[in-house]
């Protein structure tokens, strides 16, 4: 079981999965939408619930199948969420309460990662999506 909350701890989420692959996506649309070159990580949306602050919820839709969900009080990024994939979130690990140890780890859409970020630590790169 992982918990998460956003920065003012309006919002608290509940996974119950393991979270063993963390993609860090450098894609132009997910630096803008956390302000940085950040961490997701893929995971069922069955185990996902939000236990308190489900009113502060906020989406907002640079692309019109997927919601980005964000707190609307302290604007903290929660997770994304495609139309076409009901069963799937892309959670915002900075946002988890609770330790995760993956195993599986790597960096994605480098192909248009920011000039300013230096991948170093030797994990895999994929020019786009991972395969
Ligand atoms: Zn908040």
């Known amino acids: 079981m992982h918990r998460g909350s956003c920065l003012c701890g ?11 692959e963390v993609s860090m996506y450098h894609c132009r649309q997910c630096r803008k939408a ?8 893929p995971i069922r949306s069955a185990g996902f619930r939000i236990t308190q602050g489900a009113q502060y919820l906020k989406e907002f839709r640079a692309t019109p199948s997927k919601a ?3 707190c609307s009080e302290c604007g903290s990024p929660l997770y994304s969420a495609r139309d076409d994939r009901p069963e799937a979130k892309r959670l915002r690990l900075g ?4 330790p995760i140890s ?9 192909s248009t990662q920011a000039e300013w970020f230096e991948i170093t630590d030797g994990l895999p790169k994929f020019p786009e999506f991972a395969r």
Do not use: M, N
């Open 68 to 70: 980005r969900v964000f």
């Open 95 to 98: 946002t988890l309460d609770t």
């Open 10 to 20: 309006k919002i608290c989420y509940e996974y119950r999965g393991e979270i063993d």
């Open 34 to 41: 956390q302000g940085t070159a950040f961490a997701v990580a």
């Open 102 to 110: 993956p195993s599986k780890c790597y960096h994605a859409w480098v």
